[in-house]
């Protein structure tokens, strides 16, 4: 029974994901991942500093212990002025994500930096361009339990794995290696605060422009990571003095796979006065998983945890377990306090 869920989940994924090359990050909690979903949020806040990072595991019930793993941290700020309104951000991403029971890794490190342009007066409405330039490095850790696709789906098939490229594999070849190629990405984003209690943002981005790669599935001259597009929306708005909403949308496409997704939080006032909020909502992933989302806003501390259920036919090997998500970050902030002189007051006047 357990090897029928093991097959069955490995059909579905790679009919989801198509080849190897398609397979890239992505998470529940879009948002609490910033530079990875645009590099044009780098710096884009009102603080200092800002450090975070975010977690997600997932498939474990359905293929084993070690399953599907992706640790993110990263930290940007704004560090200059140009001119009175407009200012320069720059920023770190660092990632690991590994998936499978071949233990295939993939190690990130990204610099980022952004440029805010102020469209009025008072910097009510803004418009970044960000890019973000690294190093990324893939490497099977168990090679004996690493399979490429191709020979996957040619013992599924029937047809058997032909014994040369079995021999290869399971003798660790040099095409198991660990690869390090470049990676170039570029995001364009659109901040506005419409009033007092409502502002938005939305924005576009485009990932691998110089689609790198090595390939583990003999397809010499096809590169791992095609290049991939993002779009996403976020709008913050007042209910009331005690609720807020917040929906958000997002869309990706590395070919041939698709993903789109909504969100609509909620969020309740404990005490405004020390900006505590809990937030709650649900979301869904387009034929794929329902989500469960909760957070908490702390003072310049916020935290989110999502979780997915599966809705899909993967649900059989999983029994609806998805992905599970932890994100947090921290928004420092660095103010000289003002020095106020002190004013003698003459009784007499």
Known sequence: MRLTKTILLLVVTLSSFGHLKAQDLHNTLFYMNPLHMNPGFTGAYEGTFRIGGLYRDQARTAIGSSAYSTPTIFIDAPILMIGK????????LAFQDQAGDGHLKTNGGQLSGAFHLALDKKSKNVLTLGVQWGKIAREP????????????LSSFSG???????????????SALMKKTFSDVNIGLLFKAKASKTTDYNFGISARHLTTPGNDFNFQASTPDLSMRFIAHAQLNTALNKKWTLTPEAYFSNISPAKQFQLHAWTGYWLKPADNIKLNGGLGYRVGDSAQLLLGLDYKDFKVQLGYDFTLSSLSEANSHQGGFEIAAYYTGKIYKKPTVKPVILCPHL
Not at 85 to 92: A, D, L
Not at 142 to 149: A, F, L, Q, T, W
């Open 85 to 92: 309104r407009h200012w320069v951000g720059v920023g770190f």
């Open 141 to 152: 850790k168990d090679k004996d339990k690493y399979r490429p696709e191709d020979l996957i």
């Open 159 to 173: 047809t058997g794995i032909p014994e040369s490229q079995d021999k290869l594999f399971m003798n660790g070849s």
